[in-house]
C-alpha cells in the first residue's frame, strides 16, 4: 500500500462548513471539540429515512473528509453506498471505507443483493482501494439470541459469507482485506467459533446502554476504554480489535462534548480503533436513538465546532 498524503486544508473545509451554522450558541469556544476522528459511521438517509440523493451526499462526504480519514457504511443499501463511492472519488481522495453487508435472517434477500451491490462496486480500483474491512451483519448474532431465534443458522451465514468475500479477493489477487461481524462483546465470549471465523473483530460499545449511569462525559469514556481493555483481556487474540460503533446521545451537549474530547485523546493515547457512532441524527429513530448526530439530521448543522485545523487525511488511493 503506498501512503501519501493529500494536502486536504481542513481548516479551510470546516470553517466553510460551519458558517452555516445558525446558532451561534454552538460556536462557543467551550463547546469545541478538538481533533480528527479515527472513523465515523454512515448512513445514507435523511431525518424521515428517505434515501439521500448525489448532492447531499457529496456535501456529506466534503464534511466527513474534514473530520475523519474512515467512514462505516451499513449496508449497500441498493445503490446508496455506491453512490457514497462516487462522492469520495470526487471530494475526498484519502478517505477509506469499512463496508457493511446487511444481514437478517427475516429477509435473506437482503444480503444476497448487499453482495451483489457490493462486488460490483469493488470491480472499480478506485472505490476498491478505499475497502480495508467489511462487516457482515451488524449484531447478527446477539439480535438472534435475543429473539431466541435459530442462533446458529446466523453464525453459520455469517461466516459462509465472510469466506466468501475473502476468496472473492483471493481469487481476483485483490490483495489484503479485513473481513469480519460486528455484535456486542459477550455475543463473541459465548461463540468462539465467530471470533476464529474473522480476521478482525468488530465490537460495539455503547456506555449509554448499559447499566452504568454516567455524570459527566469523561465518565462514560472512561468506562468505554475500561470496557475495552476486559475485551482485549477476555478474547486474547491477536487479531486486530476495531470498536465499530461508539458514541453518545447528544441531548447534553456538555456532557457529549466531554465525552469525545476524552474519547479522541484517549483512544489515540491507548491505541483503540473505533469509528464514532454516528455522523447525523437520525430522525426516523425514537428517543436518545435518534440524537446520536456529530450533525443534526440534514447532516448539515453541526451541534459542535470542530477544531481540526493543521490536520491531513491520510491517503491510500493512487
Ligand atoms: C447497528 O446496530 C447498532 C446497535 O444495535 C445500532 O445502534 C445501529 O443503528 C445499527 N445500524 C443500523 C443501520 O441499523
Redesign the pocket.
Known amino acids: 500500500m503506498r501512503f501519501t498524503t493529500v494536502a486536504v486544508t481542513i481548516s479551510f473545509v470546516a470553517a466553510a462548513c460551519f458558517q452555516a451554522a445558525s446558532d451561534k450558541a454552538i460556536l462557543q469556544p467551550h463547546n469545541v471539540i478538538a481533533g480528527m476522528f479515527k472513523g465515523i459511521?454512515y448512513?445514507p438517509f435523511s431525518g424521515s429515512g428517505v434515501a439521500l440523493q448525489n448532492s447531499e451526499i457529496e456535501k456529506h462526504m466534503t464534511t466527513m473528509c474534514s473530520l475523519t480519514e474512515r467512514i462505516r457504511l451499513?449496508?449497500a443499501d441498493g445503490d446508496l453506498a455506491a453512490k457514497v463511492f462516487t462522492a469520495l472519488n470526487k471530494v475526498c481522495p484519502g478517505m477509506e471505507v469499512i463496508y457493511?453487508l446487511w444481514h437478517d435472517p427475516a429477509q435473506p434477500d437482503r444480503l444476497r443483493q448487499d453482495k451483489k451491490a457490493f462486488l460490483q462496486t469493488m470491480d472499480d480500483d478506485s472505490n476498491r482501494k478505499r475497502v480495508t474491512h467489511v462487516t457482515v451483519g451488524?449484531?447478527s448474532v446477539?439480535k438472534a439470541i435475543t429473539a431466541n431465534g435459530d442462533v446458529a443458522a446466523v453464525v453459520s451465514t455469517i461466516t459462509s459469507t465472510i469466506g466468501e468475500v475473502r476468496s472473492h479477493w483471493a481469487s481476483r489477487k485483490w490483495g489484503n482485506i479485513l473481513v469480519g461481524t460486528?455484535d456486542?462483546d459477550t455475543t463473541y465470549y459465548s461463540h468462539p467459533a465467530l471470533v476464529e471465523a474473522v480476521d478482525f473483530v468488530g465490537i460495539?460499545i455503547?456506555p449509554k446502554f448499559t447499566d452504568q449511569v454516567f455524570t459527566t462525559g469523561t465518565d462514560a469514556a472512561v468506562w468505554s476504554f475500561s470496557k475495552y481493555g476486559e475485551i482485549v483481556s477476555k478474547l486474547a487474540t491477536k487479531k486486530p480489535i476495531v470498536v465499530t460503533?461508539i458514541g453518545y446521545p447528544t441531548k447534553d451537549k456538555t456532557m457529549l462534548r466531554n465525552f469525545v474530547n476524552a474519547l479522541l485523546t484517549g483512544a489515540s493515547e491507548q491505541g483503540i480503533d473505533y469509528c464514532y457512532?454516528?455522523f447525523k441524527d437520525?430522525g426516523f429513530?425514537s428517543g436518545d436513538?435518534a440524537t446520536?448526530g456529530l450533525f443534526d439530521s440534514a447532516g448539515l448543522q453541526p451541534k459542535f465546532q470542530f477544531n481540526t485545523a493543521g490536520q491531513t487525511v491520510k491517503s491510500n488511493i493512487g
Open positions: 459511521t448512513s451499513y449496508s457493511g451488524n449484531e446477539m460486528v456486542i460495539n455503547q460503533e457512532f454516528e437520525a429513530k436513538e446520536y
